[in-house]
């Protein structure tokens, strides 16, 4: 198997889409994990999967709006992140308004998904009727679409990873605070309200742009399992999130290997990887701590 | 529901000494639409002082402490806080040590005991400046004062209860405070637990003239080591040290949950009551009972 090795590397020379598929991967691998152990901790995957799966609302919304718009069009993901981004806000103000809030935070996110996946369902099967030629396959929206990446995506994920690593290096120290108990930052005087919707932002633009390339099934995923990992072999915030950023782009790019040497789908291809990663994870934290539980 | 009207001190010469630390005027809160959280509730908390909050569940005393925080904004009246409005309290605000309800910290945080303390640095060093020797060193000595000495790299979420509790003391004190907010801190600790805690309490209070306030259930222990005694059950009822606690006041302001509470506290409120005798009303407000 290790044969064929060279013949990966090789295409990767010799295709430059490939190269953008690769440097796509690791940066949407990059985001994605950075922000994970905070999601992780903060119990917000399911906010994050909830925003991954409103992406298909937006997606839906531009696509029935934006006549003869494609899937891949620029237009069509500054709406989707428009979209998105209200769906965001929404989740914000439910989540943080704690003991007066109208209604519990998961209910609200559950609400908030599916509507979006209903309106995404409708507003698609209206511009289907209108215009079936232009129509791309669902499958690309659930898994990406490694083939179709260009530049411009290229440039604007790696915009997103440097902006994610900026806000996590120069805040982390808030950010664990208000991981570690937000109403006790809060009576100390740390601005959470700027620090949630700050992260809340981050997560937006990651899921948006990340689904783009590598769909919103490898999204939720990466949100949480490099977090769940890097958590796990390491005891302090920042080396697990430089342990989670490491897995995120491992994983990707050898998911992407896989991907390219077995043909299977990249996105179940990379999932996976981090499933294994995520196993050996825990028998080296069962060896290090027998009595842990 | 308990209807009480609440006199405050008379501020007289008696009471012209020492600075209020907190001075709550008048102040009536509620969440949104809902009946009153809290109703004309008034009163001082001077330098060095030490005050209990009993009261049942429901009956104010977690908002009492984020009015006092600047974390609520009451919905008349004033909270005066170091003599200043506590929701506009600023840099100020790190002379405030709080110490919140369940401190319970999950197994597998990522932050040492040490992370844990230096947290009290954060909001003093403000944004884009991290904790240097000066902090770690204050973050020690914290820890020192509270006992902790040793546990520094161990993760914080597998230190006991009672040591947890000592932690978020630790925390509260890394920026000097002037006021300690504790809010419950001895529920869910055993009986030994609880000693060691008002001991604590009791000997960083002599050390850094700290001004104390703590709410909990534990009624003889504040009736031990707190100055006065507050019952806060929408409004507030005081009692100093000599008329502390007698079944009617709290029959009164517990209403319905007294019997087993008084099942329970019986025995120590008259071992108390034996070796301390009412010496009238040396100091501090009164309340009348209609």
Same mark, same amino acid.
């Given at each position: 198997?290790?044969?064929?090795?060279?013949?990966?590397?090789?295409?990767?020379?010799?295709?430059?889409?490939?190269?953008?598929?690769?440097?796509?991967?690791?940066?949407?691998?990059?985001?994605?994990?950075?922000?994970?152990?905070?999601?992780?901790?903060?119990?917000?995957?399911?906010?994050?999967?909830?925003?991954?799966?409103?992406?298909? #609302?937006?997606?839906?919304?531009?696509?029935?709006?934006?006549?003869?718009?494609?899937?891949?069009?620029?237009?069509?993901?500054?709406?989707?992140?428009?979209?998105?981004?209200?769906?965001?806000?929404?989740?914000?103000?439910?989540?943080?308004?704690?003991?007066?809030?109208?209604?519990?935070?998961?209910?609200?996110?559950?609400?908030?998904?599916?509507?979006?996946?209903?309106?995404?369902?409708?507003?698609?099967?209206?511009?289907? !009727? !209108?215009?079936?030629?232009?129509?791309?396959?669902?499958?690309?929206?659930?898994?990406?679409?490694?083939?179709?990446?260009?530049?411009?995506?290229?440039?604007?994920?790696?915009?997103?990873?440097?902006?994610?690593?900026?806000?996590?290096?120069?805040?982390?120290?808030?950010?664990?605070?208000?991981?570690?108990?937000?109403?006790?930052?809060?009576?100390?005087?740390?601005?959470?309200?700027?620090?949630?919707?700050?992260?809340?932002?981050?997560?937006? =633009?990651?899921?948006?742009?990340?689904?783009?390339?590598?769909?919103?099934?490898?999204?939720?995923?990466?949100?949480?399992?490099?977090?769940?990992?890097?958590?796990?072999?390491?005891?302090?915030?920042?080396?697990?999130?430089?342990?989670?950023?490491?897995?995120?782009?491992?994983?990707?790019?050898?998911?992407?290997? #896989?991907?390219?040497?077995?043909?299977?789908?990249?996105?179940?291809?990379?999932?996976?990887?981090?499933?294994?990663?995520?196993?050996?994870?825990?028998?080296?934290? !069962?060896?290090?701590?027998?009595?842990?539980? | 529901?308990?209807?009480?009207?609440?006199?405050?001190?008379?501020?007289?010469?008696?009471?012209?000494?020492?600075?209020?630390?907190?001075?709550?005027?008048?102040?009536?809160?509620?969440?949104?639409?809902?009946? +009153?959280?809290?109703? +004309?509730?008034?009163?001082?908390?001077?330098?060095?002082?030490? =005050?209990?909050?009993?009261?049942?569940?429901?009956?104010?005393?977690?908002?009492?402490?984020?009015?006092?925080?600047?974390?609520?904004?009451?919905?008349?009246?004033?909270? =005066?806080?170091?003599?200043?409005?506590?929701?506009?309290?600023?840099?100020?605000? !790190?002379?405030?040590?709080?110490?919140?309800?369940?401190?319970?910290?999950?197994? @597998?945080?990522?932050?040492?005991?040490?992370?844990?303390?230096?947290?009290?640095?954060?909001?003093?060093?403000?944004?884009?400046?991290?904790?240097?020797?000066?902090?770690?060193?204050?973050?020690?000595? +914290?820890?020192?004062?509270?006992?902790?000495?040793?546990?520094?790299?161990?993760?914080?979420?597998?230190?006991?209860?009672?040591?947890?509790?000592?932690?978020?003391?630790?925390?509260?004190?890394?920026?000097?405070?002037?006021?300690? =907010?504790?809010?419950?801190?001895?529920? #869910?600790?055993?009986?030994?637990?609880?000693?060691?805690?008002?001991?604590?309490?009791?000997?960083?209070?002599?050390?850094?003239?700290?001004?104390?306030?703590?709410?909990?259930?534990?009624?003889?222990?504040?009736? @031990?080591? +707190?100055?006065?005694?507050?019952?806060?059950?929408?409004?507030? @009822?005081?009692?100093?040290?000599?008329?502390?606690?007698?079944?009617?006041?709290?029959?009164?302001?517990?209403?319905?949950?007294?019997?087993?509470?008084?099942?329970?506290?019986?025995?120590?409120?008259?071992?108390?009551?034996?070796?301390?005798?009412?010496?009238? @009303?040396?100091?501090?407000?009164?309340?009348?009972?209609?």
């Amino acid at each position: 198997m290790s044969l064929d090795e060279p013949s990966f590397i090789e295409a990767l020379a010799a295709t430059p889409l490939l190269q953008r598929a690769a440097w796509a991967g690791a940066l949407a691998g990059l985001s994605c994990a950075s922000l994970s152990p905070l999601v992780v901790l903060r119990r917000m995957a399911f906010i994050g999967d909830g925003m991954a799966h409103s992406a298909f #609302g937006g997606l839906g919304l531009a696509l029935f709006v934006l006549a003869g718009s494609r899937y891949e069009d620029f237009s069509v993901q500054a709406v989707t992140l428009g979209f998105c981004l209200l769906v965001a806000v929404a989740i914000g103000v439910a989540s943080r308004r704690g003991e007066a809030a109208a209604m519990a935070e998961d209910s609200a996110i559950g609400i908030g998904f599916s509507v979006s996946m209903a309106l995404g369902a409708l507003f698609i099967a209206l511009r289907q !009727r !209108r215009e079936p030629q232009y129509m791309t396959s669902m499958d690309t929206f659930l898994f990406g679409n490694l083939v179709n990446i260009g530049t411009g995506d290229v440039v604007l994920l790696c915009a997103v990873a440097l902006l994610v690593l900026a806000v996590l290096v120069l805040f982390h120290k808030e950010m664990l605070f208000y991981s570690f108990d937000a109403r006790l930052a809060e009576a100390s005087g740390i601005n959470t309200a700027l620090f949630h919707y700050l992260f809340l932002l981050l997560l937006v =633009l990651t899921v948006v742009l990340a689904s783009r390339v590598v769909g919103i099934v490898l999204v939720s995923a990466s949100l949480v399992l490099p977090g769940v990992i890097g958590l796990k072999v390491c005891s302090r915030l920042v080396p697990a999130m430089v342990a989670a950023a490491v897995t995120g782009v491992v994983s990707f790019e050898l998911g992407l290997y #896989g991907s390219y040497r077995f043909n299977v789908p990249p996105g179940a291809a990379i999932v996976l990887v981090q499933f294994v990663i995520l196993l050996l994870a825990t028998v080296l934290e !069962r060896l290090r701590s027998p009595q842990a539980e | 529901m308990v209807t009480a009207m609440v006199h405050v001190a008379d501020p007289g010469p008696a009471h012209a000494g020492p600075k209020p630390v907190i001075d709550l005027r008048q102040v009536s809160f509620s969440y949104g639409s809902r009946p +009153a959280v809290l109703e +004309a509730v008034d009163f001082k908390v001077t330098d060095g002082e030490f =005050l209990g909050l009993i009261g049942p569940n429901g009956g104010g005393k977690t908002t009492l402490l984020k009015l006092v925080l600047g974390l609520l904004r009451p919905h008349s009246g004033e909270v =005066l806080v170091l003599g200043r409005h506590a929701i506009a309290l600023g840099q100020e605000r !790190r002379l405030l040590g709080y110490v919140p309800q369940d401190t319970g910290i999950s197994k @597998h945080f990522p932050a040492t005991v040490l992370d844990v303390a230096l947290m009290g640095t954060y909001a003093n060093l403000g944004l884009l400046r991290w904790p240097g020797r000066m902090e770690r060193e204050a973050a020690r000595e +914290a820890l020192r004062q509270t006992g902790l000495e040793g546990l520094e790299h161990g993760l914080a979420g597998k230190l006991s209860g009672g040591q947890q509790q000592r932690l978020a003391i630790a925390r509260a004190l890394v920026s000097q405070p002037r006021l300690l =907010l504790l809010d419950e801190p001895t529920s #869910g600790l055993d009986t030994g637990g609880q000693s060691q805690l008002f001991a604590l309490l009791q000997r960083l209070r002599e050390q850094h003239k700290l001004t104390v306030v703590m709410v909990s259930h534990d009624v003889t222990a504040l009736a @031990h080591y +707190a100055d006065q005694v507050a019952c806060l059950n929408r409004t507030i @009822h005081w009692h100093d040290r000599s008329e502390m606690l007698s079944e009617a006041v709290l029959r009164k302001v517990y209403a319905c949950e007294l019997d087993a509470f008084f099942i329970q506290h019986r025995q120590h409120l008259e071992e108390f009551h034996g070796d301390a005798a009412p010496a009238g @009303h040396a100091h501090g407000p009164h309340c009348e009972h209609e």
